[in-house]
Nanobody, 125 residues
Framework: QVQLVESGGGLVQPGGSLRLSCAATGRIHSIDAMAWYRQVPGKQRELVAAVTAGENTNYADSVKGRFTISRDKAKNTLYLQMNSLKPEDTAVYYC???????????????????WGQGTQVTVSS
């Protein structure tokens, strides 16, 4: 199947930068869409940024101009460059994959709604 592993979170001061990575592992043929979500305690998980199979991107209004989503299809890795971080960006960040084609034995399967375990981002002085 497909596993997603995020990394790159941590503690940063307001105005600082972080780069998150999400590595998709397994016998993957391709992945259509990937996205970053975030969640704070007591609130719903919200979409931060997404990239489609055609490399179209969209962002939450709150991060436009500060965050950049990108991916390396050859490495099945998704990135989120976060600049000008604010305390309100503090959250657990999750990676999501949809339309993942993977091999199980000789057969090719298509799966949706894969999530990573999350990585904590804390913006504080």
């Amino acid at each position: 199947q497909v596993q997603l592993v995020e990394s790159g979170g941590g503690l940063v001061q307001p105005g600082g930068s972080l780069r998150l990575s999400c590595a998709a592992t397994g016998r993957i043929h391709s992945i259509d869409a990937m996205a970053w979500y975030r969640q704070v305690p007591g609130k719903q998980r919200e979409l931060v940024a997404a990239v489609t199979a055609g490399e179209n991107t969209n962002y939450a209004d709150s991060v436009k101009g500060r965050f950049t989503i990108s991916r390396d299809k050859a490495k099945n890795t998704l990135y989120l460059q976060m600049n000008s971080l604010k305390p309100e960006d503090t959250a657990v960040y999750y990676c999501k994959a949809d339309g993942a084609r993977y091999y199980d034995g000789p057969h090719l399967y298509l799966g949706y709604d894969y999530w990573g375990q999350g990585t904590q981002v804390t913006v504080s002085s």
